[in-house]
């Protein structure tokens, strides 16, 4: 099931203190209706009782789906140590074999879920992904600050991505044939190295590093 706990949060407004209820698992197999409220990101959203104030409200929750067997541990950035991977695997024994990933924001968060929904294996996006964005900073001659998965469509051959560059709040879209994902998917499992147990971060310097390991062994 769904684990829950009751904190006292202080309002940036009035600096009056409530109890409020974190999720720190969710078990959308139990539970269903959890997803939605993570990808509208409802879940996070605080509402001072005092003055009305509202907020969105992060912190470390798991998100487990047991039918497809995967977790993804949100540990938003802070000011503060985040908990280390070693750490969060001991707090959660129970994980098996697993697919288990770190997110650092709601964003990359929702992508890995995506990700994982749609059968795909998140290394090979992450280097499809890195080789649209650069060819995309070339078009553009302006750096990409991030990128989403954001499309699979099988039956037309696409996968595709949204990325976002600077002083523009729209995402650019770009989409490439199945093909080039499965390449990277072959490059990942060659180059990408052994998955240790635990919580691993799979992200764009994976890919680049990884990248550079399968062009070395190309020169």
């Not at 706990?5 to 309002?11: D, M, R």
């Not at 929750?61 to 949100?74: G, S």
């Not at 964003?107 to 992450?126: H, M, P, Q, V, Y």
């Not at 764009?204 to 062994?217: D, F, P």
């Amino acid at each position: 099931m769904s684990r829950k706990i009751i904190k006292s949060v202080g309002c940036p407004h009035c600096g009056e203190h409530s109890d409020t209820q974190m999720h720190t698992t969710i078990n959308v197999t139990l539970e269903p209706k959890l997803r939605a409220k993570v990808m509208d990101e409802s879940l996070f959203l605080w509402k001072c009782p005092h003055c009305g104030c509202e907020a969105t409200l992060l912190y470390p929750c798991l998100y487990h789906d047991m039918d497809r067997k995967f977790m993804i541990y949100l540990l938003p950035e802070q000011r503060e140590p985040l908990v280390p991977d070693q750490e969060a695997e001991l707090r959660f024994p129970e994980l098996g074999a697993l697919k288990k990933r770190l997110a650092p924001d709601l964003n990359t968060w929702k992508e890995k879920i995506l990700l994982f929904e749609a059968g795909l294996d998140d290394r090979a996006s992450e280097l499809t992904k890195l080789a649209l964005a650069r060819a995309l900073a070339k078009r553009l001659h302006k750096p990409i600050q991030s990128g989403y998965f954001c499309l699979l469509d099988r039956e037309n051959d696409q996968v595709g991505f949204s990325f976002f560059v600077p002083n523009s709040e729209e995402p650019i879209y770009q989409s490439t044939k199945i093909e080039v994902y499965d390449r990277s998917l072959d490059i990942a499992r060659r180059f990408g190295g052994v998955l240790p147990p635990g919580f691993l971060t799979i992200d764009g310097a994976w890919a680049s590093n990884t990248l550079q390991q399968y062009h070395a062994s190309m020169a």
